[in-house]
């Protein structure tokens, strides 16, 4: 599990509590923030590294949804004007970046996990 950093920012995006959370993964830690924030939005953060703010409203996106929802947009190439497939396919582009960058996450948790149960062995 890694601690993530949840920073609660109110309507003038001024932060006005924190609090820590350990989670699995980023995924894991965007769904807790999104179950937590009410009328307010979370920042969330794992490190140094801002992961995403999320409101009441913010569609959470797992990578096996962003990997079909790139292929359906890819699939509109043939069909749609060009304005419009741009449109999708950059929305695509955007859900699958940010489901990698979630699955990056992760196996860097397990490689961490991993160094760590490699120093306390030797």
Do not use: P
Request: aromatic share 8%.
């Amino acid at each position: 599990m890694a601690a993530y950093r949840f920073y609660y920012v109110n309507r003038n995006d001024h932060v006005f509590n924190g609090q820590l959370h350990e989670c699995d993964h980023d995924l894991a830690a965007l769904e807790r923030a999104q179950s937590l924030c009410g009328e307010h939005s979370i920042e969330v953060w794992q490190k140094a590294r801002r992961v995403a703010l999320v409101g009441k409203h913010t569609e959470i996106v797992s990578w096996q949804d962003a990997k079909l929802a790139f292929n359906d947009n890819l699939k509109t190439l043939a069909e749609s004007e060009r304005e419009k497939v741009l449109w999708n396919i950059s929305v695509g582009l955007l859900q699958l970046t940010q489901a990698l960058e979630s699955r990056l996450h992760q196996l860097e948790a397990k490689i961490d996990k991993l160094a760590d149960t490699g120093q306390n062995h030797s």
